[in-house]
Nanobody, 127 residues
Framework: QVQLVESGGGLVQAGGSLRLSCAASGRTFSSYVMGWFRQAPGKEREFVAAISRGGGRTSYADSVKGRFTVSRDNARNTVYLQMNKLEPEDTAVYYC????????????????????WGQGTQVTVSS
């Protein structure tokens, strides 16, 4: 079992930055692929970023490439999402997700591939 708790959301002006954190319970964090997803009002949940177990491979949605960076600290059981140059379109509830992976280079970019989810943190970008 993995429990995930996100933090770091808030209200920011367009062009600003936020860093989201997701703290995971358990002693096998380094065995899990981690992902970030978001859901805006009236829209489906969408993929934002993912990172492999050791952090060597990452994947991003086209809409955030060059602005967002996903990273992880396996010693602290934490994954981060650094968000720069935020736009009003980035406004959403952001969720982190985890799933066990046997291979170190694996990552997942579809929500159905993840079995563990946090409760979400609100990010609001004002224009």
């Amino acid at each position: 079992q993995v429990q995930l708790v996100e933090s770091g959301g808030g209200l920011v002006q367009a062009g600003g930055s936020l860093r989201l954190s997701c703290a995971a319970s358990g002693r096998t964090f380094s065995s899990y692929v981690m992902g970030w997803f978001r859901q805006a009002p009236g829209k489906e949940r969408e993929f934002v970023a993912a990172i492999s177990r050791g952090g060597g491979r990452t994947s991003y949605a086209d809409s955030v490439k060059g602005r967002f960076t996903v990273s992880r600290d396996n010693a602290r059981n934490t994954v981060y999402l650094q968000m720069n140059k935020l736009e009003p379109e980035d406004t959403a509830v952001y969720y982190c997700a985890a799933e066990f992976a046997r291979n170190s280079g694996t990552y997942y970019d579809r929500s159905r591939e993840y079995g563990y989810w946090g409760q979400g943190t609100q990010v609001t970008v004002s224009s």
